[in-house]
Every structure is written in C-alpha cells, then in structure tokens.
C-alpha cells in the first residue's frame, strides 16, 4: 500500500518562502508511472488543487501560484518537493500531497481530488502580512 508523509509546512511572513517535501513509501508506486498532486485546504473550503507533476515530468499548477511555486524531487528516495515562494496570506492552508498510482497528470484533470489513491494527513502552511 503507497503512503504519503508531508513535512516542512510553518509559519512565514509574507513574501517569503516554503519548501514542502512528499515522501513516498509503501508497495505499489510506479517509479515511471504516476502522479503526484498538491492539494490545500482551508477550514469550511473544499480541497483545492494547487499543482502536479507527473513521471514525464509534466508540470501543472494553477494560475494563482504558477509563477511562485515550483517542482524538484529526488527520484532514488521517492521525495518530491513543492518550492513555494513569495508567499501571500491568502496561500495559507494545510496542503496536503496525494498520489495517482499508474497514472499520468493531465491539465484538465489534475486537480480532482476525487482522481488520486493516496492521501498523506496534511501540514499547515501559515503566511502572516
């Protein structure tokens, strides 16, 4: 079964930065087949999609963050990284990473929640102005 822990979420000012990280562990993960998304949620808000990568390496983010947050992962230990920057009070949320098993991102698709197989718990992400 494919698990998901996030971590590096905290408190910043605004303009400043984050970086998440996503580890991926457990039986079932494709190393060349998947999906992983970034999700946020805020209290009484549904789940909102942030951004994806796939195992092509597509990238998928949505406008409101595509031009602050950014993808890195190291593939060996299954770590997958969101680089958030100049952060904005309204970024504040607990995100949360999830996976689709065999399976690719797509742009018109990649932010259903209801499309992913595994979820991690979350870590909150917190901008002050």
């Known amino acids: 079964q494919v698990q998901l822990s996030e971590s590096g979420g905290g408190s910043v000012q605004a303009g400043g930065s984050l970086r998440l990280s996503c580890t991926v562990s457990?039986?079932?993960?494709?190393?060349?087949?998947?999906?992983i998304g970034w999700f946020r949620q805020t209290p009484g808000k549904e789940r909102e999609g942030v951004a994806a990568i796939d195992s092509d390496d597509d990238k998928y983010a949505a406008d409101s963050v595509k031009d602050r947050f950014e993808f890195s992962r190291e593939n060996i230990q299954r770590i997958f990284y969101l680089n958030m920057n100049d952060l904005k009070p309204e970024d504040s949320a607990v995100y949360y990473c999830?996976?689709?098993?065999?399976?690719?991102?797509?742009?018109?698709?990649?932010?259903?929640?209801?499309?992913?197989?595994?979820w991690g718990h979350g870590t909150q992400v917190t901008v002050s102005a």
């Open positions: 457990g039986s079932g993960f494709v190393d060349d087949w998947f999906c």
């Open positions: 999830a996976a689709r098993i065999k399976a690719r991102c797509f742009r018109d698709d990649y932010d259903r929640p209801q499309l992913y197989n595994a």
